[in-house]
């Protein structure tokens, strides 16, 4: 089993920046990708961001491409959200996901207000 758990959320102002954080506990060793989704008030969560662990490549939604990072430490147990220029809808809260065994194994979510 893998544990995701985020951090970082917060409330920022519009056009700022913020960096979300998500650690990987358990068998790590086993991840194939992590990634980011979110979900909004009275929306559907959405795909973000994806990091393969293997290869390090990386897959962002139209939405948040050339605004939002993902990234990923040496040691192989965190994931990070690097968000820049945010706007008000990027309000949400942010789910850290981890794909290990064919399982996707999911964190409880950080809060993000984009708000003036």
């Known amino acids: 089993q893998v544990q995701p758990v985020e951090s970082g959320g917060g409330l920022v102002q519009p056009g700022g920046s913020l960096r979300l954080s998500c650690v990987a506990s358990?068998?790590?060793?086993?991840?194939?990708?992590m990634g980011w989704y979110r979900q909004a008030p009275g929306k559907e969560r959405e795909f973000v961001a994806r990091?393969?662990?293997?290869?390090?490549?990386?897959d962002y939604s139209d939405s948040i491409k050339g605004r939002f990072t993902i990234s990923r430490d040496n040691a192989g147990n965190t994931v990070y959200l690097q968000m820049t220029s945010l706007k008000t809808e990027d309000t949400a809260v942010y789910y850290c996901?981890?794909?290990?065994?064919?399982?996707?194994?999911w964190g409880q979510g950080t809060q993000v207000i984009v708000s003036s």
């Open positions: 996901n981890a794909v290990s065994m064919g399982i996707i194994y």
């Open positions: 358990g068998s790590i060793f086993r991840i194939r990708t």
């Open positions: 990091i393969d662990y293997a290869i390090g490549s990386t």
